[in-house]
């Protein structure tokens, strides 16, 4: 399988509390967040990658500058061959490729106009990007409205008054109308319930067997990622934590991360709670943090002190498989 | 003699104006929470599990009217309280976590002030002493360095810390009845159990009643002891969690179970629900709102109006809108 996403040393920095004029003064200086920290990644033609970790990970803000509409502070984005991390976000929105990456919002409210109906939100990339299709726009809506099952009838109100899934529906719709090569999907089914989740998952597989398109699927169910991802990427505070297949990730998980969150998925039968893995202790501060510090240090419940004075590096754990801890054993 | 529910929904209906019409939105909605309990409200996408929520706490949107009905809370019948009673009460004796969480923040005030205005406002906390509680609060939902991230603003916060900064809004004045609508959509399981435990936990120790919607009926099954089931604005099923799961009465919460991902289930094993939600706007809604969708309807099924069945059982009684329910093994 060719990349058609090839990431490397992707860092995405933000500067926080910005001190007054007197705090300055006394010598405070703003923190640094390291949002995103060093991360490679790929995707290849047809494939669906899953990304998840803890809240507050990084993994949306990955997905931002992927789909280039951020940038990166540091690091290089190769999309279908070309350099696109160097192509500043502003401009990239008119670029030629900005058609190829589309992307999902977490927040279905967030990202629909209040003032537009549903119509006019699905319409309007096709609009805005393939003029030629113009004629056609009331049909191709319609389309895409029964391709995400959304009732023709929800189609002439605005975003508040439909329901949390019906604007997801029509967030989905709305990014699919181009046809993408590339869909970057921020938890596209958190706020659908299970059945319009089937419908959007066999969409989305169908989608990709159908136009061979791509996803980086950030998500938090890990259900979810068992049905649709070929392979997982597990992120913890900014870093790369552990990356392979459904099958490696689900079945042999090497970092102690990763076995935590796999013991806390919901069993799903009343009265019986899951053995979870208890992450106790403090976690570190995604603001300047000590660059030689395993980020993961303070929960682990195995950490040496070597974790704390040298940060672990992705290493080989399987075929595809890669971990980022001291302690971890290839298979 | 057992002591009356702290909240008790009776035959509540709410209709919204719309151009196009009346949206029936709720039918006679019935339920009732005890102290110290969770109930899970789940069902589609637009079955109206927040309008719910939102006649609860008197914050329907003016196009919204409740018809008819009774919400008791502690012995008052809130429908009937004024708008400055229902304002006290609202933070300081029940609480809501909105759905939309980035929206439901104020984006120009950090969130350490924002907690710190409820604690002004209903717990006459200042100063320091707010910040030292809005510090804890904000630890309390597992945000890393809770000190430096009072100062930051809800655009600088990812989803779900966005989320639990709502969680720390909601539960900082020690309300008596939560409302979380959707509360964990955008957390990872481990943050997820975290947040539940801490919610089981205040129903324990304070007797702290708690309403969870969610679509996430694992989550429901974990945590929740009495699962309320909601179709197109009807309950149609209200049942001890154990029971609802080994053998669901409705035909719809047999598919809503179906539609569930699970460890070993593939995508192909996975039915949607077939069908959508009738218009709610339709003048010859049946009393059955299911009916189109059901393939056990027949001829009784379309009276005018349904009454739900009640049985009694040891753990408390279920309720089923059909009358023909599956009849499962646990009778
Ligand atoms: N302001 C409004 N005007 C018209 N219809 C409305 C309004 N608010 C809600 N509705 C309708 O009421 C129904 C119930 O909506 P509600 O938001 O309660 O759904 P829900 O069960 O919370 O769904 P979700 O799980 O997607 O959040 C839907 O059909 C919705 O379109
Ligand atoms: N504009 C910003 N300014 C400052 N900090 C930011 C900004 N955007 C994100 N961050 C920080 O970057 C980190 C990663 O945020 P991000 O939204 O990528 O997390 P996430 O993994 O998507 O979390 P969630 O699962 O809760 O959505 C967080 O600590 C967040 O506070
Ligand atoms: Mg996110
Ligand atoms: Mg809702």
Known sequence: MTALLDVAGLCRRFTVGQPGPIERLRGKRPGVLHAVDA??????????????????????????????LIDPSEGSIRFAGEDIGQIAARRFARHPLRRSIQMVFQDPTESLNPRWTAFDCIADPIRRMDPGAAAKVADRVHELAALVSLPETLLQRFPHQLSGGQKARVGIARAVALRPRLL?????????????????????????????????????????????????????????????????????????????LLSAVPSGVPGRTPQRIQLSGDPRSPIDPDPRICRFLGRCPNGTERCGTEMPQLRPMGEGHVAACHLADAA | MTAPPLLAVGDLSVTFRTRAGPVKALERVSFAVDKGETIAIVGESGSGKSVTAQAIMGILDPAGRVEAGRVYFAGLDLL???????????????????????????????????????????????GAAARDRA??????????????????????????????????????????????????????????????DLI??????????????????????????????MHAGHVVEDAPAAQLFAAPRHPYTAKLLAATPRPGRHLEDLEAIPGGLPDLRRADLP?????????RAGEPCRAPALDAIVTPSPDGERRVLCVRPLMGLAA
């Open chain 1, 39 to 68: 991360v490679d990644l790929r995707i290849g033609e047809g494939e669906v990658l899953g990304l998840v970790g803890e809240s507050g990970c990084g993994k949306s803000t990955l997905a931002r500058v992927v789909a280039r």
């Open chain 1, 184 to 260: 970057v999907l921020d938890e596209p089914t958190s706020a659908l319930d299970v059945s319009v989740q089937v419908v959007v998952l066999k969409l989305l597989d169908e989608l990709k067997r159908r136009l061979g398109m791509s996803y980086l699927f950030v998500t938090h169910d890990l259900e979810v990622v068992r049905l649709i991802c070929d392979r997982v990427a597990v992120m913890y505070l900014g870093r790369m934590a552990e990356v392979g297949t459904v099958g490696q990730i689900f079945e042999r998980p090497s970092h102690p991360y990763t076995r935590a």
């Open chain 2, 80 to 126: 009937r309280a004024s708008a400055s009673e229902l304002a006290d009460m609202r933070g300081r004796e029940f609480a809501m976590i909105f759905q939309n969480p980035r929206g439901a923040l104020n984006p120009i005030r950090t969130v350490g002030d924002q907690i710190a205005d409820v604690l002004a406002r209903h717990e006459h906390l200042k």
């Open chain 2, 135 to 196: 510090m804890e609060m904000l630890a309390l939902v597992k945000i890393t360095d809770p000190r430096r991230r009072l100062d930051a603003y809800p655009f600088e916060l990812s989803g779900g810390m966005c989320q639990r900064v709502m969680i720390a809004l909601a539960l900082a004045c020690r309300p008596a009845l939560l409302i979380a609508d959707e509360p964990t959509t955008g957390l990872d399981v481990t943050t997820q159990a975290a947040i539940m």
């Open chain 2, 200 to 229: 089981g936990e205040l129903g324990r120790s304070r007797g702290m009643a708690t309403v969870l919607i969610t679509h996430d009926l694992g989550l429901a099954a974990e945590h929740c002891g009495r699962i309320v089931v």
């Open chain 2, 287 to 295: 009393g059955c709102r299911f009916l189109e969708r059901c393939d």
